[in-house]
């Protein structure tokens, strides 16, 4: 099992479709966030983590900051030496498909070879808009694109090519690769023909915010479709990502997560009877080996940590990041008997 990190990166004080902060202080709270970032990432580097991954959103200030992660891996690239860095996910149907293949061996080469990319055709109607972009064409566009950026990567050059409102030709890929042939690939994803998508397209999947039961669920379609389609082939890695806080001990979980977690957690479920049922990582650092351990028995290959959400005080989710990373996740790896930090698949 592998554990990673997820940042949304919103503005402090932020929450979805809420108010943002006047303009006159907005800059200084954005980087600040960006900084945020950069602080978390080295932790996770520094205490043997295995990833850290960002995300793109677009056009709402009040929810995330970040329309191009490709930007903040480059910049972690630089700060930290060993942890892999991903994006989970770009947007495809947003994004010229060559252009994104030519970042994607750019950042790998900056990272020395640590990279991982993740996809996705993007829900938001607003993002879409915003880019032009009808919803009805998402899927073919997503496909095409994700079709043309794989060959790319694998062969560094096409004589032409045409889907979607894209055309050309002559096109050779620079840089040379990192890792070879390419670097580890995903697809974000929860809805069952989603999941069928990614095995039959050889991606590793991440799906979210799912409860214990979806988890056991969506993991055995995924290995099924995988199984189905490529029966020779090692199957890809199943990821999923929750919100975390661990607390050292009960009374420390009281009061900063719990105004933040509570508006995620759907059903009149408390944050104890939310943990119990899978929907998040709550806890003391005992409390969240025994979750992450159900996990890891329903088929989690990666686990993604949410540390950072709602208006959490970023120093209470450092400490709970240092907390995860100090007891908890060795905790789990003792108990599966892991002596260390897994090699990833590159399906």
Known sequence: MEFSVFDLTSRPGASPGGPTSAPSSQEGLDRAAYEHVIDQACIADECGLDAYYLTEHH??????IVPSPH???AALSQRTTRIRLGVMCTNLTLH????VAEEIRMLDLLAGGRLEMGFGRGAAAHEQEGYGVDPADAEPLFDHNMALIRDLLTTGQADGYEGGPWKGEKVVLVPAPTQRPLPPLWLAAVADPSLRKAARLRLNLCTAFLDED???RTARTYRDAWQESHPDLPCGRYGTLQQVFVGETERDLRGPADPQLDGWVTAGLSLEEASAKGRLVYGTP???????LRMAASGVDMFQG????????????NRSLKLFCDAVVPGVRAALGLGGAPSPSSP
């Open 59 to 64: 056009f709402n200030p009040g929810f995330h």
């Open 71 to 73: 930007l903040l891996v």
């Open 96 to 99: 010229h498909p060559v252009r």
């Open 214 to 216: 979806d988890v056991t």
């Open 286 to 292: 005992d409390q969240c080996v025994a979750q992450l």
């Open 306 to 317: 949410w540390f950072q959400f709602g208006i959490l005080d970023p120093e209470a989710s």
